[in-house]
C-alpha cells in the first residue's frame, strides 16, 4: 500500500533563515505531487503541484519553492523566512490518472519567530 | 472562481447522534472529495465523490451535480469522529485545481 512521509512535524525557525521540508511517497510510482499550507483557522492553500520530475507548477507567488528532485520525493524551500511564512504545511499524493482521490502527509508546523 | 461553502461552521453533539454536513458549491464539477482533520491535523480523505452515493460503514456521502451540493452523514457519532470536515472541489478530474471550503469543526461530547 501507499504511504507518505513528511518530516519534521514541528520546526520553530527565526526571520531570515532558511528552510527545507521534505516529503516522500512510497508505494507508487509517477504521482502527482503537491504542497499545502494552512494558516491559523481552516483554509487550505495550494502553493505548488508536481506532475513529474523537474515539473514544478507554483499556484502563488511568494517567498517559497519547491523541487522534484526525484520521482517520489517533493521539497519545499525558502532562502530566507519571513514571519507571515508561519503555517502548518501538508504534502499530498494522488495517482496520475483521473478520479484520483487526494492523500495526505501529517504536516509540518512551522513557526517563524 | 468556483465558490464552496460549507455549512454549519460548527456542530456540537451527543455521542451517539447522527449529523448532516453540507457542501454547496457554485458551479458543475467533475471533483468532489471529503476530508477529515483530526485535532492532531491529520487529514484523511473520506470520499471521492463527483456524484452519487457511497458509504463507508457510519459515514456515507451523497452529490447532487446538477443542483450543486453534496451531504456527508455521520451515524452513531463517536468521539473520534471530531475534527474539521472539509469538502474540496475541482471542475476537472484531477486534483491540481481544488478549492476547499472553510470546513465544519463537530465536537462530539461523551
Known amino acids: 500500500s501507499q504511504t507518505i512521509h513528511q518530516w519534521p512535524a514541528t520546526l520553530v525557525q527565526p526571520v531570515g533563515s532558511p528552510l527545507s521540508l521534505e516529503c516522500t511517497v512510497e508505494g507508487t510510482s509517477n504521482p502527482n505531487l503537491y504542497w499545502y499550507r494552512q494558516a491559523a483557522g481552516r483554509g487550505l492553500q495550494l502553493l505548488f503541484y508536481s506532475v513529474g520530475i523537474g515539473q514544478i507548477s507554483s499556484e502563488v507567488p511568494q517567498n517559497l519553492s519547491a523541487s522534484r528532485p526525484q520521482d517520489r520525493q517533493f521539497i519545499l524551500s525558502s532562502k530566507k523566512l519571513l514571519l507571515s511564512d508561519s503555517g502548518f504545511y501538508l504534502c499530498?499524493?494522488?495517482?496520475?490518472?483521473?478520479?484520483?482521490?487526494?492523500?495526505f502527509g501529517n504536516g509540518t508546523r512551522l513557526t517563524v519567530t | 472562481g468556483i465558490q464552496v461553502e460549507q455549512s454549519p461552521p460548527d456542530l456540537i453533539l451527543q455521542e451517539g447522534a447522527n449529523s448532516t454536513l453540507r457542501c454547496n458549491f457554485s458551479d458543475s464539477v467533475n471533483n468532489l472529495q471529503w476530508f477529515h482533520q483530526n485535532p492532531w491535523g491529520q487529514l484523511i480523505n473520506l470520499f471521492y465523490i463527483p456524484s452519487g452515493t457511497k458509504q463507508n460503514g457510519r459515514l456515507s456521502a451523497t452529490t447532487v451535480a446538477t443542483e450543486r451540493y453534496s451531504l456527508l452523514y455521520i451515524s452513531s457519532s463517536q468521539t473520534t469522529d471530531s475534527g474539521v470536515y472539509f469538502c474540496?472541489?475541482?471542475?476537472?478530474?484531477?486534483?491540481?485545481?481544488?478549492?476547499f471550503g472553510t470546513g465544519t469543526r463537530l465536537t462530539i461530547i461523551p
Open positions: 474540496a472541489v475541482g471542475m476537472g478530474r484531477g486534483n491540481e485545481k481544488l478549492t
Open positions: 499530498a499524493w494522488s495517482s496520475g490518472s483521473r478520479n484520483s482521490p487526494l492523500h
